[in-house]
T-cell receptor, first 113, second 115 residues
Framework: GQNIDQPTEMTATEGAIVQINCTYQ??????LFWYQQHAGEAPTFLSY????GLEEKGRFSSFLSRSKGYSYLLLKELQMKDSASYLC??????????????FGTGTQLKVEL | DAEITQSPRHKITETGRQVTLACHQT?????MFWYRQDLGHGLRLIHY???????NKGEVSDGYSVSRSNTEDLPLTLESAASSQTSVYFC??????????????FGPGTRLTVL
């Protein structure tokens, strides 16, 4: 099976930078996704990494190291609206292929003034 | 615009009753998924489908069933609702190709309470 670990909660200050880590264990890694989920809403896609390195998308960046089973989501210039849960999800060739994802339990980020 | 919808958005039912949650997408996606989300567990996969007449069990499939008679719909049925099935249910869809990101698009969710 797969094991995905993320911190449960984090707190950061408006305007600052925060890094949310995700570690995973899987035999047939085929991509890692980050989703954002505001309270009471559906998850929405943020980023995708399949090769090692950094993917940048505006204020959000995501990094992957396949050899270490490690990813992080970097949020810059934090805004109050960034308060949400951030979900790490892994796609694995060996668990049925396709686009089936296994999700971590999510990191609840609180942005304070 | 293409979208994915779920109905009902809220449902209260009694233990032992059969309940069906609807999911409809207009993306023309082959892949569709059902998840439940509970505090402390995150999103857990119940069933998924890679096309018409294809259905597969996920991590927590006991007590649930799905059918795929067309591309647009994947209804989720709770055969005999139990209090342990009180949860928020999300439907999602994605394209078939595995060579790119092919992120899943999520519906707005259904909050189910089993009394």
């Amino acid at each position: 099976g797969q094991n995905i670990d993320q911190p449960t909660e984090m707190t950061a200050t408006e305007g600052a930078i925060v890094q949310i880590n995700c570690t995973y264990q899987t035999s047939g890694f085929n991509g890692l996704f980050w989703y954002q989920q505001h309270a009471g809403e559906a998850p929405t896609f943020l980023s995708y990494n399949v090769l090692d390195g950094l993917e940048e998308k505006g204020r959000f960046s995501s990094f992957l190291s396949r050899s270490k089973g490690y990813s992080y989501l970097l949020l810059k210039e934090l805004q109050m609206k960034d308060s949400a849960s951030y979900l790490c999800a892994v796609r694995d060739w060996l668990t049925g292929g396709g686009n089936k994802l296994t999700f971590g339990t999510g990191t609840q980020l609180k942005v304070e003034l | 615009d293409a979208e994915i919808t779920q109905s009902p958005r809220h449902k209260i039912t009694e233990t032992g009753r059969q309940v069906t949650l609807a999911c409809h997408q207009t993306w023309n996606h082959n892949n569709m998924f059902w998840y439940r989300q509970d505090l402390g567990h995150g999103l857990r996969l119940i069933h998924y489908s890679y096309g018409v007449q294809d259905t597969n069990k996920g991590e927590v499939s006991d007590g649930y069933s799905v059918s795929r008679s067309n591309t647009e719909d994947l209804p989720l049925t709770l055969e005999s609702a139990a209090s342990s099935q009180t949860s928020v249910y999300f439907c999602a869809s994605s394209e078939s190709r595995e060579s790119s990101g092919n992120e899943q698009f999520f519906g707005p969710g259904t909050r189910l309470t089993v009394l």
